[in-house]
Every structure is written in structure tokens, then in C-alpha cells.
């Protein structure tokens, strides 16, 4: 086996407790052993222990993290939405129904068009120290637009999810239930191939409840997971119906009950927070302290789209996590990579130990805390993904 160390790291989240101090698992002064040939991590510790390796990389003192797991975004679409947000920073509220003008745009695209579009977000997302993402359909909303969306998701990411369901289409507008019957047959008969996850914004403007159960339970029947963009804009059934039908994630939970928290609170349901949309639609946090005092495990993502979301940016929303959602800059931290892989219901990232994918995040910068204390300053300095040096 041929291995690098990256060694001389300063402090280093591990989000292992066993292996180092506190929830996150620190180490100081530490180093990491890749195994080249699997990209996972052969050891973790203190760099004065660290094996004989191949090769090495000097971190200078830097801090590293886990690379950052983006468990939401909407990443194939066409065009832009610049006067939406322009008209929303003049007194405009959000609504579902911008959606129409992306998936006009989108389906007007080719397929090499939105497949760089992709590229170009995935490599802003990469540079910004995402190694693991989601993203969705939801922008075309025929079957061939669908299809053809998770089929060019599908070749950049194993995180693909279904979401025929984001709105009602145009073309559907007098009929919404002959809409829920295609995405329920052969609409799903076709994306399914390429997807892992069903999913559906379950909202005032989009489905229902008793929509959003047959949608998610269609899917589940031919073997797709769930996780439901749930109680975004108003309150409503999404985050109960999301932990009934064990979704691995609720999406969203801006407008949450005391039944929503309990129900979180009760079940393996991850709460992932998402809140690039309430900085860019101007809209109430989310309240991450309610839901982590409940015991409820938060997950924090970008949900990156045209609309509602137009950040690529871990970094930005956990500072954003931290400053207006009373987040601690350690518990933001779990949420962007450890929270992130159980919304994914993945053990491979998120974290760093023995077998793990060896997806890190160098920092210029002591420690993690610096991505809330120094917003917007680019602090990754240097991306690992399954063991190569990406950036
Ligand atoms: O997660 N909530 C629904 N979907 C997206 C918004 C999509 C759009 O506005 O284009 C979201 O915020
Ligand atoms: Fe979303």
C-alpha cells in the first residue's frame, strides 16, 4: 500500500470523540494517512506518531476539517434570477411560483449547457471545501426533462435526488392531480434509474400533505429514499409526514410547532437547515437552538439554486448559522460535514477515522471557528477529495 501524510496540522476536527477531545474530536498538532489506492484514511493522530508514509504534505500549522457535506442543493437549471432578487431587496416576498421562469430557462437548455452549468458550481462548491453533495431534478418537470436532469446529476454525483414534485407544472396548471399521477408513474418509472433520493416541496403553492404522502410513497415502493423540503414558507404537515415515512431529512423547518420539534425529536429524521435561503429571501431564521436543545440532530446545507439560494457557500452558511441561528461555531461545524452525512445516511464522510473517504479541508486559519468569526474571507486553502489534492 502506498500512503501520504498530511502532517504539521495545528488542529484538526476528526468528528470522532474516541479519537480526539470534545464532540468534535480534536486533535492538536495532528497529521493524516491516506491510503492512495482507496482514497480512505489509513490513521489518524498526533503527527509525532504518525507511520512512515510515501509522500507528505506540509500543512504549515493550518487547521483541517472534514470536507464539508452539501446534503440539498438544486444544481441543474438554466439561466438566472437576478431581477426576482432585485424585486425581492425592494419589498417583494418570495414565492414558489419563481420556479415557472427556471424551468423555462431549463428546458430550453441543452444537455451540454446545464452539464457545464453543473460543473460550474460543483468546482465554485469544491473550491469552497465541499467534497460530498446532493443535488436534485426539479426544473423540468416533463418526464424527458426530468430524466434527463438526474441522468447528467448522476454522472458527478451518487447523491441524486427526484424531485418531479417541486411544483405542479405549468403545462399541468388545471390539473394538478393528473400532475401528481405522472410524477407518481411514469415519470418516476423514468428518473428512478438514476436517483437514490424522492423528494417533494411540501407547501402552500406546491403539494399537500395527502400529495406529498402519495408522491414519497410511490417513490419509496420502487426503492427510492425520502427527504421533503417541509415547512419553508408557512407551517404545515411536511416535517410530521417527513418523520412518519422515516425520511432520512426534513428540509427547510423554518415554521415549526412544538409537534414538528417532538416529532424530530422522536424519530431518525434529520432537520436540515437552510439558511442562504432566508438571507436571500429575506425571511425568519430557522431556529437552529430550539431544535438542537429538543435533541434533534441539524444538519446545515446550502440548497444552492437560482431562486431562493444563490450561494455555493458551506463556509457562508455556517457562518450565517452561527451569527443569526445561535448556532456555536463548533455545533455548525458538526452540521456542515457529520449532520450532513446523516441526512445522506452515509457513514463514509463527514468525518475523518480509519476507513473514512479521506475528503479534508485545509484552512488558513488556527481553527474552524475562524469560518464564523472571519465571514466571507476564502479560508480553504487546499481541498482533498478520496485522497487527492484537488485545489
Ligand atoms: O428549496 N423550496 C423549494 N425549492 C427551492 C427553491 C427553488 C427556486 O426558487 O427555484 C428551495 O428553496
Ligand atoms: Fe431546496
Known sequence: MTTTVITNIGNLVTNDPDRGTGPLGQIQDAAVVVDDATGTVAWVGPAAEAPAADAAHDAEGRAAIPGFVDSHSHLVFAGDRTQEFNARMEGRSYEAGGIRTTVRATRAATD???????VRHLDEAL??????????????????????????????????????????????????????????????????????????????????????????????????????????LTYGPGVQLAVELDAASADHCTHLTDEDVAA???????????????????????????????????ALSTDCNPGSSYTSSMPFCLALAVRDMRMTPDEALWSATAGGAQALRRTDVGRLAPGARADLALLDAPSHVHLAYRPGVPLVSRVWRRGRAVR
Open 127 to 232: 473550491r469552497q471545501g465541499t467534497t460530498t453533495f446532493e443535488t436534485k431534478s426539479g426544473y423540468g418537470l416533463t418526464t424527458e426533462d426530468e430524466a434527463r436532469a438526474l441522468r447528467i446529476a448522476s454522472a458527478h454525483t451518487d447523491e441524486v435526488t427526484y424531485l418531479g414534485a417541486h411544483i405542479v407544472s405549468p403545462d399541468y396548471a388545471e390539473d394538478p392531480a393528473a400532475y401528481v399521477d405522472l410524477v407518481t408513474g411514469e415519470m418516476l418509472d423514468a428518473c428512478a434509474p438514476y436517483a437514490r433520493w424522492v423528494d417533494v416541496f411540501c407547501e402552500n403553492g406546491a403539494f399537500d400533505g395527502d400529495q406529498a404522502r402519495a408522491i414519497l410513497t410511490a417513490g419509496q415502493a420502487k426503492g427510492l429514499m425520502a427527504r421533503v423540503h417541509a415547512n419553508q
Open 264 to 298: 424530530l425529536a422522536s424519530g431518525n429524521t434529520v432537520a436540515t437547515l437552510l439558511p442562504g435561503a432566508e438571507f436571500s429571501t429575506r425571511a425568519q431564521w430557522p431556529d437552529a437552538r430550539r431544535l438542537l436543545d429538543a435533541g434533534v440532530t441539524v
Open 112 to 118: 451540454e449547457e446545464l452539464e457545464a452549468n453543473l
